[in-house]
């Protein structure tokens, strides 16, 4: 059964910081997986990809960020490959969504690893709150 859950989000004051983890567990489908992603929704608003990782062949390691995320959060995984981070600081209150991490198949490094359509393993989401 091919599992993906995400965990650390919560509420923080505007300026403040969290840590998402994700754990990936069941499945040789994941494992093969060469990207992993961070994605966000609000109700009523579209799923925006945040950052994404490349963790498998020549791109693994290489990282993309959103406009909206890029100098403030980092992602990162573990040498074991199965926990992907998301690191956030400097939180505004309009990075209040809930958070998604998934695993998918993207081009070589490309942006387009922040694109939706890439993914087809996806965590039950973390609500990340940031208050003004």
């Known amino acids: 059964q091919v599992k993906l859950v995400e965990s650390g989000g919560g509420t923080v004051q505007a300026g403040g910081s969290l840590r998402l983890s994700c754990v990936t567990s069941?499945?040789?489908?994941?494992?093969?997986?060469?990207?992993m992603g961070w994605f966000r929704q609000d109700p009523g608003k579209e799923r925006e990809g945040v950052a994404a990782?490349?963790?498998?062949?020549?791109?693994?390691?290489?990282?993309y960020y959103a406009d909206s995320s890029k100098g403030r959060f980092t992602v990162s995984q573990d040498d074991g490959k199965n926990t992907i981070y998301l690191q956030m600081n400097s939180l505004k209150p309009e990075d209040t969504a809930m958070y998604y991490c998934a695993a998918g198949q993207c081009p070589a490094w490309s942006s387009t690893s922040l694109n939706s359509h890439n993914y087809n393993y996806w965590g039950q989401g973390t609500q990340v709150t940031v208050s003004s």
């Open positions: 990782i490349y963790t498998l062949g020549d791109p693994a390691g290489t990282t």
């Open positions: 069941g499945s040789t489908a994941i494992s093969s997986s060469n990207c």
